[in-house]
């Protein structure tokens, strides 16, 4: 079974990693979106690392992957966190949006993350 992938681009779908890849690493590679599908296509996901990107917010495609523990999204231009991330923060033991451009954190999410 793979555990770890890097991608650059994910407009093939040849590319995508086996849906049992639990930890995939899309650092550096100049995304802005993400792909809805990624979520059905790789649902055993538990690591997903977005840092170093062009995110200038969270995609919402993330809240559906269900057995995801760790997020890292640094390093990208996001300034607000959408209220769904509460519901994500609560199964996650690492989220990391450090080095964004974040204005405002819902109060939902400072309450879970505290």
Same mark, same amino acid.
């Given at each position: 079974m793979k555990k770890s992938n890097?991608?650059?681009?994910l407009d093939d779908e040849s590319q995508y990693p086996p849906a049992? *890849?639990? *930890?995939l690493d899309l650092s550096k590679s100049k995304l802005s979106v993400l792909p809805? =599908?990624?979520?059905?296509r790789i649902p055993a996901l538990t690591?997903?690392?977005?840092? !170093? =990107? @062009?995110?200038? !917010?969270l995609p919402l495609s993330i809240f559906l992957l269900p057995n995801?523990? =760790?997020l890292v999204l640094s390093h990208n231009a996001i300034q607000i966190l959408? @209220?769904?991330i509460a519901c994500?923060?609560?199964s996650l033991t690492k989220l990391d949006l450090s080095y964004n451009l974040l204005i405002q954190i819902p109060s939902s999410v400072s309450r879970t993350l505290r």
């Amino acid at each position: 079974m793979k555990k770890s992938n890097t991608l650059a681009m994910l407009d093939d779908e040849s590319q995508y990693p086996p849906a049992t *890849t639990t *930890t995939l690493d899309l650092s550096k590679s100049k995304l802005s979106v993400l792909p809805a =599908n990624l979520t059905w296509r790789i649902p055993a996901l538990t690591s997903l690392t977005l840092s !170093h =990107n @062009q995110f200038s !917010h969270l995609p919402l495609s993330i809240f559906l992957l269900p057995n995801l523990k =760790n997020l890292v999204l640094s390093h990208n231009a996001i300034q607000i966190l959408p @209220q769904e991330i509460a519901c994500l923060s609560a199964s996650l033991t690492k989220l990391d949006l450090s080095y964004n451009l974040l204005i405002q954190i819902p109060s939902s999410v400072s309450r879970t993350l505290r």
